[in-house]
């Protein structure tokens, strides 16, 4: 009984997460198709990269440069014991540029950003106002959701580009005070090491993600019910959604980069 109870559960739960799935889908879909057509919100998606990217530098900032710090000290455990420390430069700058850099900020604009977006749209649809949109004739993706996930899309490879340049130069201050690496070596290790394709494989990643974070906080917005507590609910599922979204998406993403 309780193996039948359980593989009860498991297909209920694998068809709401198909549904999830095919929702969002369709949503993307929806959101591309509205996004090429006129009229465009240029107005709104202005305002929404100034939300989502200007507000964001500050908590983005402080997570790469102490993620390059953080890096900058476990590798040279490792390298010390080899006599290899003062390559510390080369590991950090591949690490940040490659992964942690657009990875790290797609988590952390997953949880404020992502967050965000769904609390407005929610509030807005347990309030009936996405309703009214629809009543007037108005086009809820049009209005609501091509802007936000466009400006994900576009604030997200901005915000990389910052996040490789602190977490490395955080790298550098750890190298230079700690390991006692000159600045000068550090910054020709950085600049020998890096090749382009390594800063297109990761900036090029953050369209995708913020793609995955724009839709899921949408999705999960424009569906919310049952008043403030679903706002709660629903903004949780997003930043978790998310996050597993990013996670999934930077496997298969880095396996087609190095094929390329």
């Known amino acids: 009984m309780a193996a039948a109870g359980a593989l009860e559960s498991a ?13 969002v889908a369709t949503l ?23 939300e989502m990217g200007v507000k964001s530098i500050s ?10 710090m ?22 950090v700058s591949l690490s940040v540029v490659r992964e942690l850099g657009p990875g790290l900020t797609a988590l952390v604009l997953a949880g404020r950003v992502g967050a965000g977006i769904t609390a407005e749209l929610g509030s807005m649809a347990v309030t009936e106002q996405v309703d009214a949109l629809r009543a007037i004739g108005a086009s809820p993706i049009r209005k609501l959701v091509v802007p936000r996930v466009l400006a994900c899309m576009i604030v997200l490879p901005l915000l990389s580009v910052l996040a490789d340049v602190l977490g490395i130069l955080g790298g550098m201050i750890i190298g230079t005070t700690e ?12 600049r020998d090491t890096l090749v382009l394709a390594d800063v297109m494989s990761g900036i090029g990643k953050a369209p995708f993600f913020g793609l995955i974070i724009g839709a899921i906080a949408c999705y999960n917005g424009l569906q ?37």
């Open 70 to 91: 953080v890096l900058a000290l476990q590798s040279a455990v490792g390298l010390t014991r080899f006599g290899a420390k003062l390559y510390v430069g080369a590991i």
């Open 28 to 50: 993307v879909a929806e959101t591309f198709l509205a996004a090429v057509t006129p009229p465009f919100a240029a107005r709104e998606l202005v305002r929404q990269v100034d």
């Open 11 to 23: 297909i209920v739960t694998g068809r709401k997460l198909a549904g999830h799935v095919g929702g």
């Open 59 to 68: 908590i983005a900032s402080i997570t790469a440069l102490f993620t390059g």
């Open 179 to 190: 390991l006692h690496v000159s600045w000068h070596f550090y910054i020709r290790t950085v």
């Open 224 to 260: 919310t019910r049952g008043g403030t507590e679903g706002v709660g609910q629903a903004t949780t599922n997003t930043v978790v959604a998310a996050s597993i979204g990013i996670l999934i998406a930077d496997f298969f993403l880095t396996k087609l980069f190095l094929l390329l």
